[in-house]
């Protein structure tokens, strides 16, 4: 068969032996993203006609204005994955708690627990700017049969099963990794499939885009300020200065440098000792995806992976991209935390 029209459906099926657990259990699960990221898509798309931008009016728990679409998405995403009897806990970014969910039988026994970003980039759902969704799947760690515990989901991301994000942007992306290599699939919005489009995506091991919001430079850490100062220098071989490029959404922003090469920084600030990106359902998944094509993910000096949570919404600074450019800027941060 030609690779490059094979449908996500038939990808999940023609790969699903290199998934460490049953069968079936991962085509369900992508399954479920798959459809509630083309309800989402339909209302994405027709943002600005119908009453699904703007504020929502609550806040959610880390005191940021949900937005209409936030809480559409939350809930499309958090029914989809219910009702296919595969989740046994999900955690969002929209709920304060993490969800348990019984099962049909009210007996607990699903083995997968998701973490989502249901609606990712926010800030540019109303600017007609591409916005994403981030999902990252575990294994359980206790007792199927009995309600899941914060332990499901305060797993290091190296022990993820699954991750990925879809992006709306120009057209609809879903790209996955399931440990693997990373595949992209793009939707055909006529016939409401998704096509192999980006087979074996691979981040070039240097690029020349840097992306970060330089509003905040001021309170940047000196590595970060020295990294930037790097990038923005000209040298002979006009290999610097890099371009600097920032969607302001993190999904669309680390697509565009896993496809043309490039680093993306979040960092800590003075005002967010932390940053602001949450390390289990954004990092995390942008991590295990990162590496998986070839990438580097870090907090400037630690693989985000090998972090051990410890709160559902925790935050950490966030450094990722092509491999050489993320240790680059980790040489910087090290430089400038000598004594
Ligand atoms: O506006 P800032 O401070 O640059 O932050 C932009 C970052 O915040 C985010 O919007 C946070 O994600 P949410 O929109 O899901 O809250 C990222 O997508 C993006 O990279
Ligand atoms: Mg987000
Ligand atoms: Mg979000």
Redesign the pocket.
């Given at each position: 068969m030609n690779k490059t029209f094979q449908t996500l459906g038939e990808f999940i099926i023609e790969n699903q032996s290199e998934f460490a657990y049953s069968s079936g259990e991962l085509s369900r699960l992508i399954n479920s993203i798959r459809l509630a990221a083309k309800v989402v898509n339909h209302e994405v798309n027709k943002a600005g006609l119908v009453d699904i931008t703007g504020a929502a009016g609550d806040t959610n728990i880390?005191g940021?204005d949900q937005q209409k679409l936030?809480v559409y998405a939350n809930e499309r995403f958090i029914q989809t994955l219910t009702n296919r009897e595969i989740v046994c806990g999900i955690a969002s970014?929209e709920n304060d708690d993490f969800i348990t969910i019984e099962g049909h039988n009210e007996d607990h026994q699903n083995k997968y627990v998701v973490l989502i970003?249901p609606?990712?980039?926010?800030?540019?759902i109303d600017v007609n700017v591409s916005?994403?969704t981030?999902f990252s799947i575990y294994r359980r760690v206790t007792k199927s049969g009995t309600p899941v515990t914060i332990d499901d989901f305060l797993q290091k991301g190296n022990q993820q099963v699954a991750a990925g994000y879809i992006v709306y942007g120009t057209s609809t992306m879903i790209v996955y990794t399931t440990g693997h290599g990373v595949n992209g699939f793009t939707l055909n919005p006529a016939i409401g499939t998704y096509y192999l489009s980006h087979p074996n995506m691979k981040f070039p091991e240097d690029g020349h885009i840097y992306s970060i919001?330089e509003?905040?430079y001021i309170q940047f850490p000196q590595g970060v300020k020295d990294y930037i100062k790097y990038c923005q220098e000209e040298t002979e071989d006009g290999e610097r200065p890099y371009t600097s490029r920032?969607?302001?959404?993190?999904?669309s922003?680390i697509h565009r440098n896993m496809i043309k090469g490039g680093i993306?920084i979040?960092p800590e600030t003075s005002k967010a000792p932390n940053g602001?990106?949450r390390l289990l359902y954004?990092c995390n998944p942008m991590a295990f995806l990162a590496e998986q094509a070839g990438g580097k993910a870090s907090n400037g000096y630690q693989r985000i992976m090998d972090i051990q949570p410890t709160e559902l919404h925790q935050r950490v600074p966030f450094f990722c991209g092509s491999k050489n450019m993320v240790t680059k800027a980790e040489e910087f941060m090290a430089k400038s935390s000598k004594p």
């Open positions: 880390q940021e936030d970014e970003d609606l990712d980039g926010s800030s540019n916005v994403g981030i919001n509003g905040n920032y969607i302001g959404s993190l999904v922003d993306y979040y602001k990106l954004e």
